[in-house]
């Protein structure tokens, strides 16, 4: 029985890890289609920007950090991001944890957010003064 349980717990954790890779790509996805219909905003706009209540995995992970990058309109830490997206309340199932996924996904779509230093990133389209 124990070896059932073993397996049994190996394949919730891949369905975890898919999951976030799901997230990511829906995340690409959307990008991909803001890009090809122009009139849709890329970065939220005043009236557009989402509203603070809890979230539990809507949307994608990319999406989130980009919204509270800015939202706070500055350079963040990764560690920093991490605390806002757990206070909105946003997860992840990654066995890494969510500052893992944050820096991972950051790394990944270096087309929306730069790299200041080592843990420190912002929106690529952000002003540099606000460093």
């Known amino acids: 029985m124990g ?7 190996q394949v919730e954790d891949k369905i975890k890890d898919l999951r976030i ?24 706009s005043e009236d557009n920007v989402p509203n603070t209540e809890p979230v539990t995995q809507q949307g994608s992970l990319v999406e989130h950090i980009r919204v509270v990058l800015y939202e706070n309109n500055r350079s963040m830490h990764v560690k920093e991001i991490c605390s806002s997206l757990t206070a909105k309340g946003v997860t992840t199932g990654a066995k890494a944890g969510l500052a893992s996924a944050i820096a991972c996904a950051m790394y990944r779509r270096d087309d929306l957010f730069q790299r200041v230093r080592r843990g420190l990133y912002r929106l690529r389209k952000q002003e540099k003064n606000n460093l």
Do not use: T
């Not at 070896?3 to 717990?9: F, Y």
């Not at 996805?29 to 122009?38: E, F, G, Q, T, V």
């Open 3 to 9: 070896n059932i349980q073993e397996q049994i717990r």
């Open 21 to 44: 890779k799901i997230m990511i790509e829906e995340g690409v996805l959307k990008r991909l289609r803001a890009i090809d219909n122009p009139e849709q905003p890329l970065l939220p």
